[in-house]
């Protein structure tokens, strides 16, 4: 099972948006809505950001949101903000056994 | 507030099993799906597995078949990972995560544990 695929790295200054891809086949990402993402700091446990596609966990800030379209999820980070420089994971259910797979993960640099 | 406090750093020799334990409160335990993911040194998530400690329903990775095993003792909300055959490449940290459950499905995970070391070593 193939993990994925995101940027290694994406960055931007503070106060502008970025965008994270994550493209994976009809049997994953293409092909269900249970697209994930999760925001990780060094050191630390994954933080669920966005969940099915679009929605945001409570307490998590509207700067963050998500798209898909065909094999391919989107997150989005609008107002970039110091804090955000963090690594950022995708997953999706497959069918398969392995029933998530993740992405290998994006750097984001806030400059 | 839902925590998972999971059990200390391990260091084993290859070919040794190793027992990774997540302890659940502030939620009813047998209500939501628990999984397990992992993450070498400098690298991504990996999933591993998961249970229903509700209901028994039992998932693992491909990869891991054979050699992995996920138990829950409700008795104490608490939960288990094994996994056998140990070799360097098995060096990560180990999480447990509590899934979100939606209408449409259980596979994104909001509360996580703090993740356990488990060092693979001769």
């Known amino acids: 099972q193939s993990a994925l695929s995101q940027p290694a790295s994406v960055s931007g200054s503070p106060g502008q948006s970025i965008t994270i891809s994550c493209t994976g086949t009809?049997?994953?990402?293409?092909?269900?809505?249970?697209v994930s993402w999760y925001q990780q700091h060094p050191g630390k446990a994954p933080k669920l950001i966005i969940f099915e596609v679009i929605n945001r966990p409570s307490g998590i800030s509207n700067r963050f949101s998500g798209s898909k379209s065909g094999n391919t999820a989107s997150l989005t980070i609008s107002g970039l903000q110091a804090d955000d420089e963090a690594d950022y994971y995708c997953?999706?259910?497959?069918?398969?056994?392995?029933?998530?797979?993740f992405g290998g993960g994006t750097k984001l640099t806030v400059l | 507030q839902v925590q998972l406090v999971q059990s200390g750093a391990e260091v084993k020799k290859p070919g040794a099993s190793v027992k990774v334990s997540c302890k659940g409160s502030?939620?009813?335990?047998?209500?939501?799906?628990m999984h397990w993911v992992r993450q070498a040194p400098g690298q991504g998530l990996e999933w591993m597995g998961m249970?229903?400690?509700?209901?028994?329903?039992?998932n693992y990775a491909q990869r891991f078949q054979g050699r992995f095993f996920v138990t829950s003792d409700t008795s104490t909300s608490t939960l288990y990972m094994e996994l056998s055959s140990l070799s360097s490449e098995d060096t990560a940290v180990y999480y447990c995560a509590r899934a979100h459950c939606s209408g449409a499905g259980c596979y994104q995970f909001q509360y996580w544990g703090q993740g356990t070391l488990v060092t693979v070593s001769s």
């Open positions: 249970i229903n400690p509700g209901g028994g329903r039992i």
């Open positions: 502030g939620y009813t335990f047998t209500g939501y799906q």
């Open positions: 997953s999706s259910f497959t069918v398969s056994s392995t029933l998530v797979i």
């Open positions: 009809s049997s994953d990402v293409g092909g269900y809505d249970h």
